[in-house]
């Protein structure tokens, strides 16, 4: 069975898409994969974005007939990591997404108004059991905001260690299908990424109990 990260939001640019790619060439990357994507958002901004990529993975499953019957087709694939991005709303369609989770993912600006717009996608993951990790995007050098948004986070759930910078570079490389870590391999948000996926591995597959 692939192990399946939901990446959910209720507030829309939040960086979602920017989070599904980010994580899934960077599992490709490492041999975690084979990776697929699920794009249940009406948007379609990660298909968009698969659409004009030209490397061949991480495949991109449709989610047309809905959720199940694409990571049953992921499964069949034979995919391992099944990343699914969900649209900003507090909606039966996420809820079941949470539900089938292995992990939740909320990417979460340092502001007022994403802070305020976490709390849905929490109540989801925790009626569903499930385990919610934060992510901090957008972070702007030494803004002390960061801080506050992560300690205020870390009262609902996980923060991960590892954060996404404010880097045009992010959108700069989605405009053909890449990541920053694929154009800019040195550059530090591909280290952003490693270190992000190097966490995620660790809470998908937590250390056991001594």
Not at 88 to 98: G, I, L, R
Not at 102 to 129: C, F, N, W
Not at 156 to 171: I, K, S, W
Request: hydrophobic residues 50%; aromatic residues 2%.
């Amino acid at each position: 069975m692939p192990s399946i990260i939901v990446i959910a939001s209720r507030k829309g640019g939040a960086g979602k898409t920017t989070a599904a790619t980010v994580l899934a060439v960077e599992a490709e990357r490492v041999g975690a994969g084979p990776v697929a994507l699920v794009d249940l958002d009406p948007m379609a901004g990660l298909g968009a974005w698969w659409q004009a990529r030209e490397a061949d993975s991480p495949q991109l499953v449709e989610a047309g007939q809905g959720l199940r019957p694409a990571l049953a087709a992921a499964r069949q694939a034979g995919a391992k990591i099944v990343i699914v991005d969900t649209p900003p709303a507090a909606s039966p369609q996420v809820a079941e997404a949470v539900t089938l989770a292995d992990l939740v993912l909320i990417p979460v600006q340092p502001s007022p108004h994403d802070l305020r717009a976490v709390g849905s996608t929490v109540e989801m993951a925790r009626k569903a059991g499930k385990a919610v990790v934060f992510v901090i995007n957008r972070v702007k050098p030494r803004a002390r905001l960061t801080g506050e948004a992560a300690i205020a986070l870390s009262q609902h759930g996980t923060v991960a260690p590892a954060m996404l910078g404010d880097r045009t570079v992010y959108a700069a490389s989605a405009i053909d299908g890449r990541t920053p870590a694929e154009i800019e391999p040195a550059g530090p948000a591909a280290s952003e990424a490693t270190n992000l996926w190097a966490y995620i591995v660790t809470r998908l597959n937590p250390e056991p109990a001594p």
